[in-house]
Structure formats: structure tokens, C-alpha cells
């Protein structure tokens, strides 16, 4: 399963991005695709997911209510809405592919790009 994320891009405090995940092999749909972000000097940490065939979505309790995560019908592309953005946000956002039901970092079993967003006035 190949990713790449794309749609990072600097926005004022309280604007909105779209990040898109396209993935590409054939089982790819058989995969949650995982949000995941890193700030300067942070860990890696978990901001949402959603498994392709069960639909159910899991949030970070920092971006709850802010985020949504989605999919096309085709089930090859993946998207992390972001509203009501705040400069904490700033971070390389990742997408990753899980196979099984642990979605930490260490457990994901496919990595695409990060691609950088910038929340600043």
C-alpha cells in the first residue's frame, strides 16, 4: 500500500484546510487509514482514523469537534477536514495505513509523506 498526503499549506487561526491521502494497491481499502501529526520538538501523536469497511471514526480529544475524517466512494482517497484551525495545529500531518486495531504510531504497517501545516496570523 503506497500513501501521500497532500494539502498542507499555511492558514490564518481559525481558517480551515483539507488534507487528502491518496493510496494506491489493491487491498488498500482493507486498511484504517490513521491521521497523525508531529509539532517541532514533539512526538508523533494520533489525531484521528477510520477503517474503510467499518466506517467508525476516532478522534483525539484535541481536535474533537474540529476534525472530521473521510473517504471517497472509490475508497482510495482519504481526507482530515480541519476547522477552526488554532496555531497549537501547526504540525507535519501524516497518513498511515493499519491493518490490525492498534493505531499507535509504532503499529502501523504503511507511512505516507507528511505534508507541513502552518497556523499563524
Known amino acids: 500500500v503506497q500513501l501521500q498526503a497532500s494539502g498542507g499549506g499555511l492558514v490564518q487561526p481559525g481558517g480551515s484546510l483539507r488534507l487528502s491521502c491518496a493510496t494506491s494497491g489493491s487491498t488498500a481499502s482493507n486498511y484504517a487509514i490513521v491521521w497523525f501529526r508531529q509539532a517541532p520538538g514533539k512526538q508523533r501523536a494520533f489525531v484521528a482514523g477510520s477503517r474503510w469497511n467499518v466506517g467508525n471514526q476516532y478522534y483525539a480529544n484535541f481536535v474533537r469537534g474540529r476534525f472530521t475524517v473521510s473517504g471517497d466512494d472509490a475508497k482510495t482517497t482519504a481526507y482530515l477536514q480541519m476547522d477552526r484551525l488554532e496555531p497549537d495545529d501547526t504540525a507535519v500531518y501524516y497518513c498511515?495505513?493499519?491493518?490490525?486495531?492498534?493505531?499507535?504510531?509504532?503499529?502501523?504497517?504503511?507511512w505516507g509523506k507528511g505534508t507541513l501545516v502552518t497556523v499563524s496570523s
Open positions: 498511515a495505513a493499519a491493518r490490525g486495531d492498534n493505531w499507535s504510531p509504532a503499529a502501523m504497517d504503511y
